[in-house]
């Protein structure tokens, strides 16, 4: 798994009229190649009298799965642009569908490209960028009795508190990158002056906006 990667906040839209043509991007965060298809297939339902519904997709840990669609625009002007564009934002399982209604206008090779690297980038930027960090939930047992001073020492720390359970012990569960675990552990047991133990659990990504 890898430790963080970037990739659009959720779904969005964004119109640009170009040349009186009109440039509508729609953006998704898809998971797999079934999930980007069946996006694409939705907006060209949607837009079913559209002109064009060019599109491209990155999915996977190392973008195993990329697949460009110029959708009846000359080859090479549509597609690779958005593609090229998710690859330079460093996005990942993220699809990208650019539908077009033609204005009258003709842009040519280099206007195409130029008009769908702009549509899907600002399509981006609207929907909004996330970056998804792998962290590791590590349970701290303690006794009642060092509950305020964790409690206030962690509001005050670079970590994030997922629960807290009162039961016979308190336990405290909190998010930590996987390689801050060993640095963590100490500052608890520190902390409580060793009497805290803690238990690793499950490994889950955290989003926070870029």
Same mark, same amino acid.
């Given at each position: 798994?890898?430790?963080?990667?970037?990739?659009?906040?959720?779904?969005?839209? +964004?119109?640009?009229?170009?040349?009186?043509? =009109? !440039?509508?991007? +729609?953006?998704? =965060? @898809?998971?797999? /190649?079934?999930?980007?298809?069946?996006?694409?297939?939705?907006?060209?339902?949607? +837009?079913?009298?559209?002109?064009?519904?060019?599109?491209?997709?990155?999915?996977?840990?190392?973008?195993?799965?990329?697949?460009?669609?110029?959708?009846?625009?000359?080859?090479?002007?549509?597609?690779?642009?958005?593609?090229? &564009?998710?690859?330079?934002?460093?996005?990942?399982?993220?699809?990208?569908? &650019? @539908?077009?209604? !033609?204005?009258?206008?003709?842009?040519?090779?280099?206007?195409? $490209? =130029?008009?769908?690297?702009?549509?899907?980038?600002?399509?981006?930027?609207? @929907?909004?960028? &996330?970056?998804?960090?792998?962290? *590791?939930?590590?349970?701290?047992?303690?006794?009642?009795?060092?509950?305020?001073?964790?409690?206030? /020492?962690?509001?005050?720390? $670079?970590?994030?508190?997922?629960? $807290? +359970?009162?039961?016979?012990? &308190?336990?405290?569960?909190?998010?930590?990158?996987?390689?801050?675990?060993?640095?963590?552990?100490?500052?608890? @047991?520190?902390?409580?002056?060793?009497?805290? *133990?803690?238990? /690793?659990?499950?490994?889950?990504?955290?989003?926070?906006?870029?």
């Amino acid at each position: 798994m890898l430790q963080s990667y970037l990739t659009v906040k959720g779904k969005g839209e +964004h119109e640009i009229i170009i040349e009186k043509s =009109r !440039f509508i991007s +729609h953006i998704a =965060r @898809t998971e797999s /190649e079934e999930e980007a298809q069946a996006f694409i297939q939705h907006i060209k339902k949607l +837009h079913k009298d559209a002109t064009h519904n060019c599109s491209a997709y990155l999915i996977g840990e190392h973008d195993q799965i990329q697949k460009a669609l110029d959708d009846g625009e000359p080859s090479g002007t549509a597609g690779v642009p958005i593609l090229e &564009v998710l690859k330079k934002k460093g996005l990942k399982d993220t699809t990208v569908v &650019v @539908t077009r209604y !033609f204005g009258g206008i003709k842009l040519g090779a280099g206007g195409l $490209i =130029r008009a769908y690297s702009k549509s899907t980038s600002e399509g981006i930027d609207a @929907t909004g960028v &996330v970056e998804r960090k792998l962290m *590791r939930v590590i349970a701290t047992f303690i006794d009642y009795t060092w509950l305020g001073k964790l409690e206030n /020492e962690l509001r005050s720390s $670079i970590y994030k508190v997922k629960e $807290i +359970h009162y039961l016979e012990n &308190v336990i405290i569960e909190t998010y930590v990158e996987e390689t801050g675990k060993e640095a963590f552990m100490t500052w608890m @047991t520190e902390l409580t002056n060793g009497q805290s *133990r803690m238990e /690793e659990g499950e490994q889950l990504y955290l989003e926070r906006e870029k």
